[in-house]
């Protein structure tokens, strides 16, 4: 078993798309990235906790490579908008991958580079690549919230 963590936006739709990967074991939402211990969901949307709305995904990887967590992560965001997906503003909702080892690192900064000269994006790629930190999991109705309330997920 190993573990991933991403910030794409708001959690609940990241959430759902990496939900839909064969070989996840589990997923949860949180927060992460920031100074603030133990923080809330009111905190974090103040935007003065340094936290980001993040995904932590405990994955097989005989069954489901790192790197295909990663071609998902790119799918389902804009990895050129600072601060901001879609209508959500704030620096609790920027593109980052939190890595939780070497070889992670390595891979999502080959995967970015590869993706930024591919030609798919006119603007930089803005995605924080940093150390994973602690991971504050989120109050209980965030977590797989797009399935408690009867949304779909993004198609990946």
Same mark, same amino acid.
């Given at each position: 078993? @190993?573990?991933?963590?991403? +910030? ?13 990967? @064969? &070989? ?8 992460? &990235? $920031? ?14 906790? &340094?936290? +980001?709305?993040?995904? @932590? ?28 997906? &879609?209508?959500?503003? $704030?620096?609790?909702?920027?593109? +980052? ?21 591919? $030609? ?16 504050? @999991? ?19």
């Amino acid at each position: 078993m @190993e573990k991933a963590t991403f +910030a794409a936006g708001c959690f609940w739709g990241v959430e759902a798309a990496f939900r839909q990967i @064969e &070989g996840l074991l589990s997923t949860r939402v949180g927060y992460t &990235g $920031g100074t603030w211990e133990n923080p809330t969901y009111k905190d974090v949307c103040t935007g003065k906790t &340094g936290h +980001a709305e993040a995904v @932590e995904v405990t994955f097989e990887p005989s069954i489901v490579s790192y790197e295909k967590l990663l071609d998902v992560f790119w799918k389902i965001h804009d990895p050129t908008t600072l601060n901001r997906q &879609g209508p959500d503003i $704030g620096t609790q909702y920027r593109s +980052a991958i939190f890595y939780h080892n070497e070889e992670q690192k390595k891979k999502a900064i080959e995967s970015r580079d590869k993706l930024q000269q591919s $030609g798919k994006y006119k603007k930089d790629i803005v995605t924080d690549i940093v150390p994973a930190s602690e991971f504050y @999991e989120a109050e209980e109705y965030h977590q797989r919230y797009f399935e408690k309330h009867g949304y779909s997920a993004c198609r990946i």
